[in-house]
């Protein structure tokens, strides 16, 4: 595979790995099978994200505003999965991928929904504080 690829692949793994454990808090178990759990982990991250870099402290926490389509909402995860534009801020490319996200803010939107969104990155874990349909 080529280089490019590879690293893909890794942070796909390692990006999906946190989220699950960031999520409920405790070691990552089988989720249950559901429709939109199963929608959640199908798309959770796809895109070039050869470009994507993390913040260079994996400590400092970066805020960010992004647009985008709620492709799927875990509520027993407690994960949103937003297929959105580039993310300045995060130098991330536009990619689908789930975020940790309090019931608030599942609440607040439904699949389909075309939405304007906050974001506290720190390392390679992401929530979003806030979103509003557009």
Do not use: Y
């Not at 534009?85 to 975020?99: N, R």
């Not at 607040?108 to 974001?119: M, P």
Request: with cysteine; net charge neutral.
């Amino acid at each position: 595979m080529k280089e490019k690829t590879m690293n893909h692949v890794r942070l796909t793994i390692a990006l999906g790995l946190a989220a699950l454990t960031a999520a409920c808090g405790k070691k990552a178990e089988a989720p249950v099978a559901t429709e939109t759990n199963e929608a959640a982990h199908a798309a959770t991250m796809s895109g070039d994200m050869g470009n994507m870099s993390m913040a260079p402290d994996a400590n400092a926490a970066i805020k960010a505003k992004g647009h985008g389509t709620v492709t799927a909402i875990d509520k027993a995860a407690g994960t949103i999965t937003l297929d959105h534009g580039p993310i300045p801020e995060a130098k991330w490319p536009a990619m689908t991928m789930a975020f940790k996200a309090a019931p608030s803010i599942t609440d607040a939107v439904k699949v389909g929904d075309k939405v304007d969104f906050d974001l506290s990155l720190k390392g390679s874990d992401g929530e979003v504080t806030a979103i509003a349909k557009q």
